[in-house]
T-cell receptor, first 115, second 115 residues
């Protein structure tokens, strides 16, 4: 069964550094998402992406964050200058279309630790 | 904006006990409802979903959930849990607000099933 994959599984970085989290959505999916989960807190929506542009973003997704689909398979989340509070598990998800009955499929997550 | 509440943060059960995890949402319009499960070290997996029709939905691994519109609830149930059900369970709602159909999650319930 096709799966969403994410790399790396764990990223450790120094505060102020840039990080890029990578996701490979399921191949025929068209809608892509990033969520994050700070330890002990709920999973929070960051951004959705369709047709090479952001379709919705949360207040968390400020100017330090950006997303890109650089080729036909990868979907990346960039944090320009990481802060301690960016430490979290970041989940990528994809869905096949915008239909109301479509399910979002999640990747295994990348644990980001900012020191 | 929509929100989701899960009232039980930690639940400990013995094998064969019955399970009910509470989930309430707040949103006045049409919603789709989901339960996701996250087994230790694994990614979020869909257990079941409700879009329309029969308010009692059956999912994988013997789980079911009942949508009660008047109570804004979507409680998860299983008549007899197994040790392998130890995991974190997340209720989520997808409200029709336009944009990218983001999911709003509850805080999760950590279920531990003891032998």
């Amino acid at each position: 069964e096709p799966e969403v994959t994410q790399t790396p599984s764990h990223q450790v970085t120094q505060m102020g550094q840039e990080v890029i989290l990578r996701c490979v959505p399921i191949s025929n999916h068209l809608y892509f998402y990033w969520y994050r989960q700070i330890l002990g807190q709920k999973v929070e929506f960051l951004v959705s992406f369709y047709n090479n542009e952001i379709s919705e973003k949360s207040e968390i997704f400020d100017d330090q964050f950006s997303v890109e689909r650089p080729d036909g398979s990868n979907f990346t989340l960039k944090i320009r200058s990481t802060k301690l509070e960016d430490s979290a598990m970041y989940f990528c998800a994809s869905r096949i279309s915008g239909g109301v009955t479509d399910t979002q499929y999640f990747g295994p997550g990348t644990r980001l630790t900012v020191l | 904006a929509q929100s989701v509440s899960q009232h039980n943060h930690h639940v400990i059960l013995s094998e064969a006990a019955s399970l009910e995890l509470g989930c309430n949402y707040s949103y006045g319009g049409t919603v789709n409802l989901f339960w996701y499960v996250q087994y230790p070290g694994q990614h979020l997996q869909l257990l079941l979903k409700y879009f329309s029709g029969d308010p009692l939905v059956k999912g994988i691994k013997g789980f079911e959930a009942e949508f009660i519109k008047s109570k804004f609830s979507f409680n998860l149930r299983k008549p007899s849990v197994q040790w392998s059900d130890t995991a974190e369970y997340f209720c989520a709602v997808n409200a029709f607000t336009g944009g990218g159909n983001k999911l709003t999650f509850g805080t999760g319930t950590q279920l531990k099933v003891e032998l």
